[in-house]
């Protein structure tokens, strides 16, 4: 069946009669608003957000031309940086992996078991390992080797791959540094998994170093990637105890086990719409 629903996102400076024009734009055109949720970042002259997820089997103009009237009537005099989308199709998830496969295969149970509302549309991996794994699942697997002396052709090639291809690119667990501009490409639409409590242990081997501090917790950190390493708006987090009886290794599984739920939530929350970039952070409205 049809989803007959649309979601609005907006950020803009915050004023009196932002809520007014947009529900009564909407009412105009026989939308009808069924989930709303705002932040503002101060009362008076802060920036204001909204998600807003309404009706559209009686809406009086195609989706097109609605967002046409929302820009010339709303958008434009409110300063607003907004977009307008429909849940289906659902967004189309390409994934880079390298030979850990515990949140790539979270990824695609989840979106096997229709619980992600995504399509994982294919698989590139620096390794040929994961093909039979990926393919059972009838994902596309590519295999483009990566390396220090091999990077500007391969970020080539998966550019060539992914273009057409997705509108969301998740590396999970993706061995490989991205250059500046593979980055800036994907800006917005690029999700790392990190394996550490950022900002805490950033960088290599972040369990080794929890352990050598002596930490009573570890975690996992989704976050959209900027040239920054490990240092981009923060979408998800999860933490797991431990004691002084963990070892590197216990800390590790720990870890993993982190990892898979974290990616998928922050996975589904971008492909649901639910999250604004402000700066370095984000407004999530789960």
Not at 125 to 138: I, K, W, Y
Request: some cysteine; hydrophobic content about 45%.
């Amino acid at each position: 069946m049809p989803d007959h629903r649309a979601i609005l996102l907006i950020r803009c400076p915050d004023r009196p009669g932002i809520i007014a024009a947009v529900s009564g734009f909407l009412f105009r055109h026989g939308a009808n608003i069924i989930d709303f949720d705002q932040h503002s970042t101060d009362d008076e002259g802060g920036v204001y957000f909204t998600r807003l997820e309404f009706q559209t089997g009686r809406v009086d103009l195609p989706l097109d031309e609605l967002r046409r009237a929302f820009e010339a009537e709303v958008a434009l005099p409110y300063s607003m940086d907004w977009r307008l989308s429909a849940p289906t199709p659902p967004k189309r998830v390409a994934v880079l992996v390298s030979r850990h496969d515990h949140a790539l295969l979270e990824l695609l149970w989840t979106w096997q078991r229709g619980e992600l509302p995504a399509q994982v549309s294919l698989v590139i991996s620096n390794h040929p390992d994961l093909r039979s794994a990926v393919e059972g699942f009838g994902v596309r697997f590519e295999h483009v080797p990566n390396g220090r002396d091999q990077r500007e052709a391969a970020e080539a090639r998966m550019v060539e791959l992914l273009d057409g291809a997705a509108d969301l690119l998740v590396l999970a667990r993706y061995m490989q540094i991205l250059s500046g501009g593979f980055v800036s490409r994907y800006a917005g639409r690029l999700i790392n998994i990190h394996h550490s409590f950022l900002p805490a242990f950033a960088g290599a081997d972040p369990y080794r170093q929890a352990h050598e501090r002596g930490v009573k917790i570890v975690g996992a950190t989704a976050h959209y990637v900027t040239a920054e390493l490990d240092a981009g708006p923060i979408i998800e987090q999860d933490v797991a105890r431990v004691s002084h009886r963990d070892e590197v290794e216990d800390l590790k599984r720990l870890g993993r086990d982190l990892e898979r739920r974290v990616l998928v939530r922050a996975v589904r929350l971008h492909c649901e719409d639910r999250v604004l970039v402000h700066g370095n952070k984000t407004v999530v409205f789960a």
